[in-house]
């Protein structure tokens, strides 16, 4: 059941905006009181009930879309970044990203359609999958870019919100450029989707062999960042809102070093692909039953977590040949 908007103190309101035909039901957008206009964390999906949804849930408070300053995007997911350029064409608002976030931005918006499936096919080859696999473009229609950033904010940055002071800290690792925000004069932060209360964020490695990245590390990394802080209230872009964000950051934490178990498990002195491995190890649907999507997501999560396993010394390549294959150091 979707929450309604809601006061909560101090010049901030949550309004959550609906992502159509998506198990996590809605996107919690958050916004801030300022002198000069308020300034939103986050903007929700591109669809027409979610513009109603944020149009409305703002009004309910006495905002008029038309007055927003600007919109700080936690990350470039759609369920984040897709109504950011509507608030900008509708108030003349900038869009503020992490430079990382950004450049994937602009890259998405300069390859098209044709260049970013021939990206896919030529990565899922190189997993191992099957020929049939991505004989069909993936399920569902395919979603447009969000908006370019008028402006990019990095680690340490204080937002442009006056009169207050929201602090920026990145927390790479859902994607390159997340970031965290850290409300100082209301001792509140805002997680984005880097620590929710109940799931854990998708951590994929995409193209699944991508050189001289580790997004794992990377978020389990800054899990432990923003665990040393002391906020009181964690208010994430997902669920419900919080308190004990050191106690959660360590579960979350405590899982994916399970999951790393797991797949150093299934690796052995015999070669395995990356997608003969994602289909060996547990999901919340039998490997049989994914659709070709959820299989992709699978892959990037297993390639994330294998190439933390690579990091640590456990996991090595055997060889080049394509497909890739892996076996224990």
């Given at each position: 059941?979707?929450?309604?908007?809601?006061?909560?103190?101090?010049?901030?309101?949550s309004?959550?905006?609906?992502?159509?035909?998506?198990?996590?039901?809605?996107?919690?957008?958050?916004?801030?009181?300022?002198?000069?206009?308020?300034?939103?964390?986050?903007?929700?999906w591109?669809?027409?009930?979610?513009?109603?949804?944020l149009?409305?849930?703002?009004?309910?408070?006495?905002i008029?879309?038309a007055?927003?300053?600007g919109v700080?995007?936690?990350?470039?997911?759609?369920?984040h970044?897709?109504l950011?350029?509507?608030?900008?064409?509708?108030?003349?608002?900038?869009?503020?990203?992490?430079?990382?976030?950004a450049?994937?931005?602009?890259?998405?918006?300069?390859?098209?359609?044709?260049?970013?499936?021939?990206?896919?096919?030529?990565?899922?080859?190189?997993?191992?999958?099957?020929?049939?696999?991505?004989?069909?473009?993936?399920?569902?229609?395919?979603?447009?870019?969000?908006?370019?950033?008028?402006?990019?904010?990095?680690?340490?940055?204080?937002?442009?919100?006056?009169?207050?002071?929201?602090?920026?800290?990145?927390?790479?690792?859902?994607?390159?450029?997340?970031?965290?925000?850290?409300?100082?004069?209301?001792?509140?932060?805002?997680?984005?989707?880097?620590?929710?209360?109940?799931?854990?964020?998708?951590?994929?490695?995409?193209?699944?062999?991508?050189?001289?990245?580790?997004?794992?590390?990377?978020?389990?990394?800054?899990?432990?960042?923003?665990?040393?802080?002391?906020?009181?209230?964690?208010?994430p872009?997902?669920?419900?809102?919080?308190?004990?964000?050191?106690?959660?950051a360590?579960?979350?934490?405590?899982?994916?070093?399970?999951?790393?178990?797991?797949?150093?498990?299934?690796?052995?002195?015999?070669?395995?692909?990356?997608?003969?491995?994602?289909?060996?190890?547990?999901w919340?649907?039998?490997?049989?039953?994914m659709?070709?999507?959820?299989?992709?997501?699978?892959?990037?999560?297993?390639?994330?977590?294998?190439?933390?396993?690579?990091?640590?010394?456990?996991?090595?390549?055997?060889?080049?040949?394509?497909?890739?294959?892996?076996?224990?150091?």
């Amino acid at each position: 059941m979707q929450p309604e908007p809601e006061d909560l103190g101090g010049g901030l309101w949550s309004v959550p905006v609906p992502i159509p035909d998506n198990p996590l039901a809605y996107t919690l957008v958050y916004a801030l009181e300022s002198p000069r206009g308020p300034v939103l964390i986050d903007a929700g999906w591109q669809h027409e009930d979610a513009w109603s949804a944020l149009h409305g849930g703002l009004a309910a408070f006495g905002i008029d879309v038309a007055d927003v300053r600007g919109v700080v995007v936690t990350h470039y997911h759609p369920d984040h970044a897709g109504l950011a350029g509507r608030v900008r064409e509708a108030s003349g608002a900038w869009i503020a990203m992490h430079p990382a976030d950004a450049g994937i931005v602009k890259l998405f918006r300069s390859a098209g359609q044709g260049g970013r499936r021939e990206f896919e096919l030529t990565a899922l080859r190189r997993a191992g999958a099957a020929e049939s696999e991505p004989a069909d473009r993936a399920d569902g229609p395919r979603v447009s870019p969000p908006a370019l950033p008028d402006r990019e904010v990095s680690d340490g940055d204080l937002v442009d919100l006056p009169g207050r002071r929201l602090r920026v800290i990145w927390t790479p690792g859902h994607s390159p450029g997340h970031i965290c925000l850290h409300l100082e004069d209301g001792d509140r932060i805002f997680t984005g989707d880097h620590v929710l209360p109940r799931i854990t964020p998708h951590i994929g490695l995409y193209p699944y062999d991508f050189p001289d990245v580790d997004p794992l590390s990377d978020f389990l990394g800054s899990l432990d960042k923003v665990s040393a802080m002391s906020a009181d209230e964690v208010l994430p872009a997902h669920q419900y809102r919080f308190n004990g964000l050191a106690g959660r950051a360590r579960e979350i934490i405590d899982h994916h070093e399970e999951r790393l178990a797991e797949v150093a498990a299934l690796l052995s002195a015999r070669p395995i692909t990356l997608w003969d491995l994602t289909a060996g190890l547990t999901w919340r649907h039998p490997w049989a039953d994914m659709s070709r999507q959820s299989r992709r997501m699978a892959a990037a999560e297993a390639a994330a977590h294998l190439r933390t396993l690579e990091t640590r010394g456990i996991a090595r390549r055997d060889g080049t040949d394509d497909p890739l294959r892996y076996v224990l150091r």
